[in-house]
């Protein structure tokens, strides 16, 4: 319980320090971390451990076509193992949703065409937290993160920005 107190800690830290993070959803399955962008020389490889809880942050650092540069460094601070940085498949990057709430206290999520407030957008009425796979990040003019996502929800493919997401693995955010 004390490493998901601390995991928890740091991951708001690294979201307060380094907006674009996101986090592996994939737990006890290796994960390749690549030299470069367009080869398959592989620097490191990791896992989010749930056995041990050891879990990484993940700050998108740069985007390629189909790999995003990261920094890693592990959720519970240690210095023993520093930080570092390589690329990663976008499948592997991944937020939880975050809702919006009507006057009847329903959720939903606003789907943008484009990475800004202004943008039309459609309304997805859910009924629980989903995982969003980031294809692609943007900073708009308030310094605001937007993820490009893309989700299966009621047996339908959604594409999309969001600008309301948890990059955290233990916590959906609710009152965040």
Same mark, same amino acid.
């Given at each position: ?17 380094? *907006? ?14 690549? =030299?470069?962008?367009? &080869?398959?020389?592989?620097?490191? *490889? ?30 519970? #601070?240690?210095?023993?193992?520093? &930080?570092?940085? #390589? ?12 809702? @919006?709430?009507?006057?009847? &206290?329903?959720? @939903? ?54 600008? =309301? @997401? *948890?990059?955290?693995?233990? &916590?959906? *955010?609710?009152?965040?």
């Amino acid at each position: 319980m004390r490493k998901a107190l601390l995991f928890i800690f740091f991951s708001l830290m690294a979201h307060t320090l380094f *907006c674009q993070t996101v986090m592996i959803f994939k737990c006890n399955v290796p994960v390749n971390v690549y =030299k470069n962008a367009i &080869d398959d020389s592989v620097r490191y *490889c990791i896992m989010q451990d749930t056995i041990s809880e050891r879990y990484y942050n993940v700050q998108i650092l740069e985007s390629s076509p189909l790999r995003f540069k990261v920094q890693l460094s592990y959720s519970d #601070g240690s210095t023993s193992n520093p &930080d570092f940085i #390589g690329w990663i498949d976008k499948q592997n990057c991944f937020v939880y949703s975050r809702y @919006y709430r009507d006057e009847n &206290d329903s959720q @939903y999520i606003k789907l943008y065409k484009e990475p800004n407030a202004s943008s039309p957008f459609e309304i997805i009425y859910v009924a629980f937290s989903i995982s969003f796979n980031v294809i692609e990040f943007s900073i708009d003019e308030d310094s605001s993160v937007w993820y490009k996502i893309c989700f299966y929800y009621k047996n339908k493919l959604y594409v999309g920005w969001v600008d =309301k @997401y *948890c990059p955290f693995i233990y &916590d959906q *955010c609710e009152g965040w």
